[in-house]
């Protein structure tokens, strides 16, 4: 199947400061990519969807300016979490569908960040 | 938003035996996807049904879909140590590219 990389895997950094999370297409191209997060024992919250080329569409409740989203080609997006604190300690994991096929989405391995 | 509802929440069961998940959903959806994930993993694509298929197998997986009822059932046959994770349906609804995940079941198998 398709391969989707997100890259760091874990990251730890201070509070006030930004990280930025690459999701990766290897093999496909995709015009849409997905962002989640997942706190301890929840689920899957889909936070924005990242299209190539245009501005990303947020869910509600998730601030733009705080999470950065570019998706500046057809295989890279990229989530910052700016000024990051504590309560953005999370499980983030990016998505994408390969255009040829359409149907099924290829998860990356999740970013597990914790800001300290 | 979630989309999906899974139940139960948490279920434990002895080696050997089956278990089954359900998930309901809310609106109309293009396919209804299964996916496992270890605590604190990633996620592993199990099984993908579309809207118009009512079963599918694979391996020691069977999920069904009833879209008159907006439900889906996950069963794992003769399940094993390993099969322990979470599990969770995630839908695609119709005129929509997202995909929105249910609360997902706790699965424990107990040796």
């Known amino acids: 199947g398709a391969v989707v990389s997100q890259h760091p895997s874990r990251v730890i950094c201070k509070s006030g400061t930004s990280v930025k999370i690459e999701c990766r297409s290897l093999?496909?191209?995709?015009?849409?990519m997905f962002w989640y997060r997942q706190f301890p024992k929840q689920s899957l919250m889909l936070m924005a969807t990242s299209n190539e080329g245009s501005k990303a569409t947020y869910e509600q409740g998730v601030e733009k300016d705080k999470f950065l989203i570019n998706h500046a080609s057809l295989t890279l997006s990229t989530l910052t979490v700016t000024s990051a604190h504590p309560e953005d300690s999370s499980f983030y994991i990016c998505?994408?569908?390969?255009?040829?096929?359409?149907?099924?989405?290829?998860f990356g391995q999740g970013t597990r960040l914790t800001v300290v | 938003s979630q989309q999906g509802e899974e139940d139960p929440q948490a279920l434990s069961i002895q080696e050997g035996e089956n278990a089954t998940m359900n998930c309901s959903y809310k609106?109309?959806?293009?396919?209804l996807q299964w996916y496992r994930q270890n605590s604190g993993r990633g996620l592993v694509h199990l099984i993908l049904?579309?809207?118009?298929?009512r079963e599918k197998h694979s391996g020691r997986l069977r999920v069904t879909l009833d879209t008159s009822k907006k439900s889906s059932s996950l069963l794992i046959t003769a399940s094993r140590a390993a099969d322990t994770a979470s599990y969770f349906c995630a839908t695609r609804p119709v005129g929509d590219d997202k995909i929105i995940f249910g609360k997902g079941t706790r699965l424990h198998i107990l040796p």
């Open positions: 049904i579309r809207s118009n298929e």
């Open positions: 609106t109309s959806i293009n396919n």
């Open positions: 093999d496909f191209q995709a015009t849409t």
């Open positions: 998505s994408a569908r390969d255009l040829a096929t359409g149907t099924e989405a290829f």
